[in-house]
């Protein structure tokens, strides 16, 4: 079974070298980066169906000459702030028209993902695309985009429907109707959103705490050097904000190669 973590981090590396690169990436090159993690050829394929449009999305509007997320910003439901740009707003369109099935088919659908047929998986992430960027909304900060947390939301759809594909002893016959299995795969959408929430939190986290220990040892040197009229030693420091001396040393160099003045 694929590490759904190792997974989601290396998807997010190679579309950013994507991204980065001069030239697309073919097929060949990107199934290189998932070479350990024995994906089949319906998955690598998915992989790469997915990296495509998530590149294609993060492309420069045309005709505006910077990246959607630089567009206007309005508010979804809910009132949080959302980058809801020019792009986005048109996928959000596009969604929004795909007919929605009666409960019939969709159980059907459900049935036939149990039971193994792949095709089912094509056609339920499409009628899940609408609600994905619904759950989307929810998770908006001003450090998360809405249109990452989709992209995320429906790589974990992807994910968990690839899980439940042909997995019918698992999650049973459907005989009570979609709302057990509908119910697991916003499980998957929203644990995607929320890991994808907490890394890119988590690194804004560590940023402030560096730049709060920057600050402390600023303010301590000049407090010492006010009081002994010389400038402060590391150990005078590392005592002073009981920071350890080599982490001081780390934060100096640091602060001295972007200019900050330590």
């Known amino acids: 079974m694929v590490d759904r973590a190792l997974f989601m981090e290396a998807l997010r590396s190679v579309q950013e070298i994507a991204k980065a690169s001069a030239e697309p990436m073919a097929r060949e090159e990107i199934k290189e980066y998932f070479k350990d993690m024995e994906l089949s050829p319906e998955q690598q394929e998915m992989v790469y169906q997915y990296l495509v449009k998530a590149i ?5 509007a045309e005709g505006t000459g910077h990246t959607p997320a630089e567009d206007g910003a309005k508010k979804p439901a809910g009132g949080k702030k959302a980058g ?26 459900y049935q036939k993902l149990l039971a193994g047929e792949r095709a089912a998986v094509s056609e339920i992430s499409t009628q899940w695309l609408k609600r994905v960027a619904e759950i989307a909304g929810e998770y908006v900060t001003n450090r998360v985009l809405v249109e990452d947390l989709a992209q995320e939301g429906n790589m974990g759809l992807l994910l968990g429907l690839e899980t439940m594909l042909g997995a019918k002893g698992k999650y049973g016959d459907l005989e009570s109707g979609c709302c057990a299995i509908e119910q697991k795969l916003e499980f998957f959408v929203r644990e995607a959103m929320e890991q994808y929430q907490r890394e890119t939190e988590g690194i804004d986290s560590r940023d402030n705490t560096i730049l709060a220990k920057v600050n402390l040892i600023h303010e301590a040197q000049k407090a010492l050097a006010e009081d002994t009229g010389t400038i402060p030693a590391l150990q005078e420091l590392s005592e002073y904000t009981k920071i350890p001396v080599e982490e001081v040393r780390d934060i100096m160099a640091l602060s001295k190669e972007k200019g900050e003045g330590l």
């Open 84 to 109: 809801y740009s020019r792009h986005f707003q048109m996928y959000l369109k596009e969604v929004s028209s795909i007919k929605g099935l009666p409960e019939g088919r969709k159980l059907e659908l």
């Open 56 to 60: 294609r999305e993060g492309c420069p």
